[in-house]
């Protein structure tokens, strides 16, 4: 598929946003959206992690995977890489960067489990991107789902204010909310569409 | 087939194998702190591998800072200052601290990992806390139910404390417990004498240390005990002092007048104890040899219960409206209480309406 990179990039972002049309990365997206502050961090890890992960495993697939035979394995090899990158990550941001590390380093055991970050692995395998389409495909992915949190964050501590019937309370109204939002994420599917 | 599954799992255990090793080569390259410098009230420099705890590598230098949940961020107890590295206060801290304390740079220490030179402040008693074994030399009665115990400290083989502080006696793991469990027994004998400690404990039923220390230790076991601990010791004024326990409420109170004996104290002292029955009354011989050796010191036993016996000619009832015949001068006396919480809390409320100003009222309550 001959998209120009860049359009997948900015696609990522807004019209193929991966939490808004996708629904993936849900439970970390749920319940760390009470405080701006932190959904920043996370939303942040998840950027930065999405980046990495995506290029190494791009790597991976077309380099390990492909040549010997064994791309039934691309769940579990994925999985693994991503664990391991987080792990490593996580070692050396604590060990160069302490404030970083406060700010990001605690979101880093969330995200290992984050089904977004193994979706993004592994949409650029069915849509059979080329490297640089993966590598800016993750990146505008971890964009739009650092975006989408902050969104949800900043509504539902200013929702924290107001009365909210029994029933809707909690993650009730955070799902209406997300629908709302991503209802208002297609407005902008006629600029462009990737899939 | 079985070539497919052999090489699946091949391959998968393969990659996950060079990952790890990544992981444990990254683990020696950037995990590694190297040597840090703990700094201590600006006295002790402790050089250790960093990496780990403040409060694990404390404990392993024999610095035992209080902690009942053992190092998982729970109980919040283990509370130091840091005043120099450390890094920034971390969000498992928070719940634990007040503004106060976060100002005064107050830490959790067991959520604070050591990557620097640190400086810490901890009160001087922590340096005296230690972990001794000891072997039971003696075990006596005093009552139906209560019996003195008598631990002859072997490793480290001496003891330094404060006439009332306390030490916590470990039970190890016998048919009615699973795990070791401690409590605290405040020391009896006098703090000059420093290779033994007494305690006196009374049977609480079901009581999982003193069910133990009553039925299944024996002379010459050897048990673990850790301290001395607490801040309920003499004031050293020239004021009145007023000494009030129930129960086995008089092992601080012993080791106190022990000491004030031995250092030929002229202070007046008013010992008033609360017991049930006359069954309930111990070391009376040994209070009425104090009341020859000291100046001026009344021994009062109140009994609450004393049925027919109130032939006997002490005093019945409880002890807050005896207060007025024994305290003097108020504003200039300060009392020193040991019993349990309700007792403490009564007594407490006599002593305020007799005029007792409430910071002279120090106690220990066993709870």
């Given at each position: 598929m001959e998209i120009n990179a860049f359009i997948i990039f900015i696609a990522a972002i807004f019209t193929s946003n991966i939490l808004l049309t996708n629904f993936l990365g849900m439970c970390s997206f749920l319940s760390v959206s009470r405080e701006v502050e932190s959904s920043l961090g996370l939303g942040l890890a998840v950027f930065f992690v999405m980046t990495f992960t995506t290029a190494i495993n791009f790597v991976v697939y077309h380099f390990i995977l492909v040549p010997l035979n064994i791309i039934y394995l691309q769940y579990i090899i994925f999985i693994i890489v991503i664990a391991a990158f987080v792990q490593l990550t996580e070692m050396i941001i604590e060990r160069f960067s302490p404030v970083l590390y406060y700010t990001l380093g605690i979101f880093l055991p969330l995200i290992t489990v984050n089904c977004a970050i193994l979706g993004v692995s592994l949409f650029l395998v069915i849509r059979d991107y080329n490297f640089l389409q993966s590598v800016l495909y993750g990146a505008g992915s971890g964009i739009g789902w650092f975006i989408a949190i902050l969104a949800l964050a900043g509504i539902r501590q200013k929702v924290k204010y107001n009365y909210v019937p029994a029933g809707l309370q909690g993650a009730g109204l955070s799902l209406i909310i997300t629908g709302i939002m991503a209802l208002a994420f297609i407005g902008f599917s006629g600029i462009v569409v990737i899939q | 087939m079985i070539v497919v599954i052999v090489n699946t799992v091949l391959i998968v255990s393969g990659i996950s194998g060079l990952l790890a090793l990544l992981l444990v080569i990254a683990d020696m390259l950037f995990a590694n702190y190297g040597e840090c410098k703990i700094n201590i009230n600006g006295k002790k420099e402790l050089n250790l591998k960093g990496g780990s705890s403040l409060l694990t590598l404390l404990n392993e230098s024999g610095i035992y800072l209080a902690s009942a949940c053992g190092g998982r961020g729970s109980c919040g107890f283990c509370k130091c200052k840091i005043t120099?590295?450390?890094g920034p206060l971390l969000p498992t801290e928070k719940p634990f601290l007040n503004k106060t304390e976060i100002n005064n740079q107050i830490r959790l220490s067991c959520q604070v990992k050591v990557k620097e030179d640190i400086s810490i402040e901890i009160p001087?008693?922590?340096?005296?806390?230690r972990k001794f074994k000891a072997r039971v030399t003696d075990i006596k009665d005093l009552t139906y139910d209560i019996k003195e115990l008598t631990l002859q400290l072997i490793k480290p083989d001496s003891i330094d404390f404060k006439p009332g502080q306390y030490i916590q006696l470990e039970a190890p793991p016998y048919e009615k417990s699973k795990q070791p469990v401690s409590r605290a027994y405040s020391i009896s004998?006098?703090?000059?004498?420093?290779?033994f400690i007494q305690l006196i404990i009374r049977l609480v039923p079901d009581g999982l240390c003193t069910t133990y220390v009553f039925e299944y230790l024996q002379v010459n076991d050897i048990v673990n005990v850790t301290g001395p601990f607490g801040d309920f010791y003499i004031r050293d004024t020239q004021a009145d002092m007023l000494f009030i326990a129930g129960g086995s409420g008089k092992a601080p109170i012993k080791s106190m007048l022990e000491y004030l004996v031995k250092n030929k104290s002229r202070r007046k002292m008013v010992y008033m104890f609360g017991a049930q029955t006359k069954k309930d009354l111990y070391y009376t011989a040994l209070l009425e040899k104090y009341e020859k050796e000291l100046l001026d010191f009344t021994y009062v036993p109140v009994l609450s219960k004393p049925t027919?016996?109130?032939?006997?000619e002490g005093k019945c009832g409880y002890i807050p409206p005896y207060f007025p015949e024994y305290i003097k001068d108020p504003k200039n006396t300060e009392a020193y209480l040991c019993g349990s919480p309700g007792m403490i809390a009564a007594v407490i409320k006599g002593l305020k309406e007799n005029g007792?100003?409430?910071?002279?009222i120090y106690y220990d309550s066993f709870a």
């Open positions: - | 120099q590295g450390g001087e008693d922590i340096f005296n806390i004998n006098a703090p000059f004498e420093k290779d027919q016996e109130c032939e006997w007792v100003p409430e910071d002279k």
